[in-house]
Antibody, heavy 123, light 105 residues
């Protein structure tokens, strides 16, 4: 059974960089697409960006200037960096795996999720 | 940008009743729409993808239908564990609807 676990600081100061890592266990990071998704407290879900195990990326246009997602296949991990954070970036951050079907390695949906980690931006 | 609008915002029903949740897209997404269930303090769970395909392990009481701009998630007979928030999601830019809260009446 694939499991994902987010890790990183729970508190980040305004203007600094938020850094999170997702560790994948029970399966290989290879041959899949992986995303970061966030959810402000009491609100809906926002896709941040994805990375393929090969390193290719795609980001939400609204966050693109501040986001970097990277992968380390040797550690079965991928990571998120979000720069110049403000209080509006306070959210639960989830990592997730993209559903793969026989027709497409990226079906565009998320079938495995981490439990989420709350990151608060505050001085 | 494709906007997904879910209705109603809150749906109050009793166990055993049938639930019908709606998701409308601002432009056609063909059949490329998914539904998720989220319980408090938990990550979302994929229920339905490509409008009508149940994800692995999802009970048969959950079904999805629709294409183009109008989609429906139906829960045929509500179980106590089905009361949660439901989100739709389209795959082009991975945008989500704002959610429908299914609460116990």
């Amino acid at each position: 059974q694939v499991q994902l676990q987010e890790s990183g600081p729970g508190l980040v100061k305004p203007s600094e960089t938020l850094s999170l890592t997702c560790t994948v266990s029970g399966g290989s990071i290879s041959s899949y697409y992986w995303s970061w998704i966030r959810q402000p407290p009491g609100k809906g879900l926002e896709w941040i960006g994805y990375i393929y195990y090969s390193g290719s990326t795609n980001y939400n246009p609204s966050l693109k200037s501040r986001v970097t997602i990277s992968v380390d296949t040797s550690k079965n991990q991928f990571s998120l960096k979000l720069s110049s954070v403000t209080a509006a970036d306070t959210a639960v951050y989830y990592c997730a795996r993209h559903l793969a079907t026989r027709m497409a390695p990226n079906a565009g949906y998320f079938d495995y999720w981490g439990q989420g980690t709350l990151v608060t931006v505050s001085s | 940008e494709i906007v997904l609008t879910q209705s109603p915002a809150t749906l109050s029903l009793s166990p055993g009743e049938r639930a019908t949740l709606s998701c409308r897209a601002s432009q056609s997404v063909s059949s490329y729409l998914a539904w998720y269930q989220q319980k408090p303090g938990q990550a979302p769970r994929l229920l339905i993808y490509d409008a009508s395909n149940r994800a692995t392990g999802i009970p048969a009481r959950f079904s999805g239908s629709g294409s183009g701009t109008d989609f429906t998630l139906t829960i045929s007979s509500l179980e106590p564990e089905d009361f949660a928030v439901y989100y739709c999601q389209q795959r082009r830019r991975y945008t989500f609807g704002q959610g429908t809260k299914l609460e116990i009446k």
